[in-house]
């Protein structure tokens, strides 16, 4: 009885937790760039004092789905997309180095150029400061120019060029910021290899049926787990009547 009950209360409880994380893929098909998290559940033994004769279901996100989203075409010269398998560079708010998909660049007041997200982007050199321009144009292997106040429309000069990295996805991970870190040894290098996409940005990999399909499934799990406590609580009640007649 008791063991009947400890693997549906625990069933239940990461039942909530697994709709969580598809709720959360849900909530972000809008997003630019967004990966979905993946989610599995597995049974772990109890261990304790006594031998393991119990167990318990455990939910986790084993990992992240990298497959690319489409592109967007939006006109606006600071949307970018990365090709193939790159990412783009931005310094995380702790001010460690995270990467994005796709961002929506803007330059704010200081000069600072930065992600729709708020947060700047890396350069060569560090975050990218622009100086004061008429326009700005990111080429294809993420050189920046501008043309400059009071110069000609052919005179353009270059800033600085976007750090672009083209990763081990193995060693990616989700931040609980939503931003990707490498977990590797030695820092990621600037890959010339990498372009980016003007004009565009990636959409998120969020299969909106995919999802509501597996929160609906889990739902009906989690109705199934409460019906098992409901069956172990009766059984009980049962059990302790037969005591109390014999």
């Known amino acids: 009885m008791d063991k009947m009950l400890y693997v549906a209360m625990s069933g239940a409880h990461n039942n909530t937790l697994a709709q969580s994380a598809h709720a959360n893929n849900l909530a972000n098909i809008s997003t630019s760039g967004f990966r979905r998290d993946f989610e ?12 393991p004769a119990r ?3 455990m939910s986790e996100r084993p990992g992240t789905d990298f497959t690319p989203g489409a592109l967007q075409e939006t006109g ?8 193939g398998q790159g990412w783009l560079a931005v310094q995380a708010a702790d001010g460690s180095e995270a990467y994005v998909r796709t961002a929506s660049l803007n330059v704010d007041a ?12 890396m350069g060569n050199a560090g975050p990218i400061a622009v100086p004061p321009e008429q326009k700005i144009e990111i080429g294809q292997d993420g050189t920046i120019s501008i043309r400059a106040l009071g110069e000609a429309p052919n005179v353009l000069a270059e800033v600085d060029r976007l750090k672009l990295v083209n990763p081990d996805l193995k060693q ?24 980016v996409t003007s004009g565009f940005l990636e959409s998120s990999n969020v299969n909106a049926v995919e999802e509501m399909t597996a929160i609906l499934s889990l739902s009906r799990q989690f109705e199934l787990q409460v019906k098992m406590m409901r069956t172990a609580e009766d059984n009980d ?5 037969v005591l109390q007649s014999s």
């Open 40 to 51: 599995q559940a597995r049974s772990m033994p109890v261990f304790g004092d006594s031998h």
């Open 55 to 57: 167990v318990y279901a």
């Open 76 to 83: 606006r010269d600071l949307d970018v997309a990365i090709g």
């Open 110 to 121: 200081l000069g600072m150029l930065r992600a729709g997200n708020g947060l700047p982007v």
């Open 172 to 195: 990616m991970h989700k931040g609980t910021d939503g931003l990707m870190r490498y977990s590797g040894q030695q820092p990621l290098l600037t890959d010339a290899t990498v372009q």
């Open 237 to 241: 009640t049962a059990m302790a009547r």
